[in-house]
């Protein structure tokens, strides 16, 4: 019963370079998140795709892009990652509608 | 813009004291509610949920919170906080998608909670 999976668990870059997040969910959701932790400012929404073939912009989508790539994957790509972009990514799913978001176990990403 | 505010960033409470941790919202609707517990290095496991009636909720590990819309408030209380709650605890906000254009949960900054043998 594996919910929501994410790839890597931990990564670190140096500036310039780009890498994707991977985020799959086996609960048959039709809504995916991306999610940003920073200490203090909680988590903020970077892209959510509500159903797939759609996306959409969150709070923080500047530097990121996204695909969803069927019902079950939805990733994030950092094209030239900045140091400000060190933070703990979270991606999440959920039925859609006024239902609850389950998250993955999050990708620590360090920029160097 | 809808917003949500946890005013205490950290709480300390001695084990076996009662807990009660604020969350506030801004917005005019009715608003769906949950809060979240996070335990270092984990992602975020679902506490309760509001969506509409009964405003006092019960969640799992002995938390309750209560709606009161008047307030706009959502706070999380347990009477009787075990070492194993220690965490930080995120209130989190969804509205329908008429409202605002989206359909994401909007979170609060978090409270750290510690708890004192």
């Known amino acids: 019963n594996a919910g929501v999976t994410q790839t890597p668990k931990f990564q670190v870059l140096k500036t310039g370079q780009s890498m994707t997040l991977q985020c799959a969910q086996d609960m048959n959701h039709n809504s995916m998140y991306w999610y940003r932790q920073d200490p203090g400012m909680g988590l903020r929404l970077i892209y959510y795709?509500?159903?797939?073939?759609?996306?959409d912009k969150g709070e923080v989508p500047n530097g990121y892009n996204v695909s969803r790539l069927n019902k079950r994957e939805f990733s994030l790509r950092l094209e030239s990652a900045a140091p400000s972009q060190t933070s703990v990514y979270f991606c999440a799913s959920s039925l859609g509608g006024r239902t609850e978001a389950f998250f993955g176990q999050g990708t620590r990403l360090t920029v160097v | 813009a809808q917003s949500v505010t946890q005013p205490d960033i950290h709480i300390t409470v001695s084990e076996g004291a009662s807990l009660e941790l604020r969350c506030n919202y801004s917005y005019g609707a009715t608003p769906y509610l949950f809060w979240y517990v996070q335990s270092p290095g984990q992602g975020l496991q679902l506490l309760l949920k509001?969506?509409?009636?009964?405003?006092l909720v019960q969640g799992i590990k002995g938390f309750e919170a209560e709606f009161k819309r008047s307030q706009s408030s959502f706070n999380l209380r347990k009477p009787s906080v075990h070492w194993s709650d220690a965490a930080e605890y995120f209130c989190a906000v969804g509205w329908g998608f008429m409202d605002t254009g989206r359909r994401a949960l909007t979170f609060g900054s978090g409270t750290r909670l510690q708890v004192q043998p």
């Open positions: 509001y969506f509409s009636g009964d405003t």
């Open positions: 795709s509500a159903s797939e073939g759609t996306t």
